[in-house]
């Protein structure tokens, strides 16, 4: 049982490029949520999804966009990258339904823009 | 906005020892969780207290809540090496999201 699964686990973008961020889970989950992780801030909301075909921005928004292809997948696309894009980005899930479930986390991606 | 907030941010401590760490939120919750991040992985859930839950335990870890406060804290109790790592705390207000704190990190020494 993979659970939360991110590719990649690193990669280095030049300040204008665009990439996509992969995540799939395998627990059959309602919802699914981008963090990123940033030294002294914790994690901070960028997008959530409460289910497949719908999608909600959350903290910081700004410069990302989200795609929940299917119920398994929730891919992050920053369409024109910038250094205050470096972080760690993490994809989680968790059953929706209901009121007290803990989300699962993949290992991250480690994403720096020079 | 960020509604977990947790103090101390640092803390190092003896193996044996006891660590206490704290998180103060700002608006109504449905539970609190609390998760550990080992270096450079993924957050991992420890337990999760419900807002008419005073206080929870799981193994070595306690939990209380005072939703009057706002607050709530976690005990590791008889601390081990493998226990360094940073802690967050989460909460859930009911609109499906999950808000985190700043996480402390735990040093404990062996």
């Known amino acids: ?114 | 906005s960020q509604q977990g907030e947790e103090d101390p941010q640092a803390l190092s401590i003896q193996e044996g020892e006891n660590a206490t760490m704290n998180c103060s939120y700002k608006t109504s919750i449905n539970n609190l969780q609390w998760y550990r991040q080992n270096s450079g992985r993924g957050l991992v859930h420890l337990i999760l207290i419900r807002s008419n839950e005073r206080e929870k335990h799981s193994g070595r870890l306690r939990v209380t809540l005072d939703t009057s406060k706002k607050s709530s804290s976690l005990l590791i109790t008889a601390s081990r090496a493998a226990d360094t790592a940073s802690y967050f705390c989460a909460t859930d207000g009911g609109n499906n999201r999950l808000a985190f704190g700043k996480g402390n990190q735990v040093v404990v020494i062996p």
């Open chain 1, 1 to 114: 049982n993979a659970g939360v699964t991110q590719t990649p686990k690193f990669q280095v973008l030049k300040t204008g490029q665009s990439m996509t961020l992969q995540c799939a889970q395998d627990m059959n989950h309602n919802s699914m949520y981008w963090y990123r992780q940033d030294p002294g801030m914790g994690l901070r909301l960028i997008y959530y999804s409460a289910s497949e075909g719908t999608t909600d921005k959350g903290e910081v928004p700004n410069g990302y966009n989200v795609s929940r292809l299917n119920k398994r997948e929730f891919s992050l696309r920053l369409e024109s990258a910038a250094p205050s894009q470096t972080s760690v980005y993490f994809c989680a899930s968790r059953k929706q339904g209901t009121r007290y479930t803990e989300a699962f986390f993949g290992q991250g991606t480690r994403l720096t823009v020079v």
